[in-house]
């Protein structure tokens, strides 16, 4: 083979690798340039994400605290259990069920949950005069000491007084679907 076309051969060989070595160059160039971009658009929205995350705890920190956990079925939280002890509600929802049991026989979990709720708030929710709302009165005396107590300790723990009444609705409604002799 002449010698002329093995130093073309050479040549062009030299000439493509310088080619594709500076195509290379180029390439790791725009790609180095894009991780050093990209790393710095990741340290914004770090830095992004951390405001966020400062601002969501300063938000959680204003809500008030829950004595009852809204899943269902409803039940009480850490606090709604020391509520509950504050307020003895569980022996107060033992003495009621007695006299309840007949009016919640034949009601589904989601009934007696219901009947709970409108029994609590009419006979332990406080009127504007002080008085508990219109009860029997072989327990009004009852239901107006523990209306009193339920203002005292929402205010105690800077609760509403709804919240409170949720923890013996909780109470009373686990008690009535205790099946007890």
């Given at each position: 083979m002449p010698e002329w076309i093995i130093s073309a051969a050479v040549v062009a060989l030299t000439i493509a690798f310088l080619g594709a070595t500076f195509k290379f160059a180029y390439w790791r160039g725009e790609v180095d340039t894009d991780r050093k971009t990209?790393?710095?658009f990741m340290g914004e929205i770090r830095e992004d994400m951390g405001e966020i995350r400062n601002k969501f705890e300063k938000i959680l920190l204003r809500?008030?605290?829950t004595p009852?956990?809204?899943?269902s079925p409803l039940r009480l939280t850490d606090l709604g259990v020391e509520i509950a002890d504050d307020l003895k509600a569980y022996e107060w929802a033992?003495?009621?069920?007695?006299?309840?049991?007949g009016e919640v026989r034949d009601m589904l979990p989601y009934?007696?949950?219901?009947f709970c709720e409108k029994f609590v708030e009419r006979h332990?929710?406080?009127?504007?005069s002080g008085e508990a709302s219109v009860s029997p009165p072989e327990h009004l005396n009852e239901?107006?000491?523990m209306a009193t107590k339920v203002a005292i300790c929402a205010?105690?723990?800077?609760?509403?007084?709804?919240?409170?009444?949720?923890?013996?609705?909780?109470?009373?409604?686990?008690?009535l679907l205790n099946p007890k002799p």
């Open positions: 990209f790393k710095k809500l008030p605290p009852v956990a809204g899943s033992s003495r009621l069920t007695p006299s309840l049991r009934e007696v949950d219901e332990i929710s406080r009127r504007t239901y107006r000491a205010y105690e723990r800077g609760l509403d007084r709804a919240a409170v009444r949720k923890v013996l609705r909780v109470v009373l409604r686990d008690e």
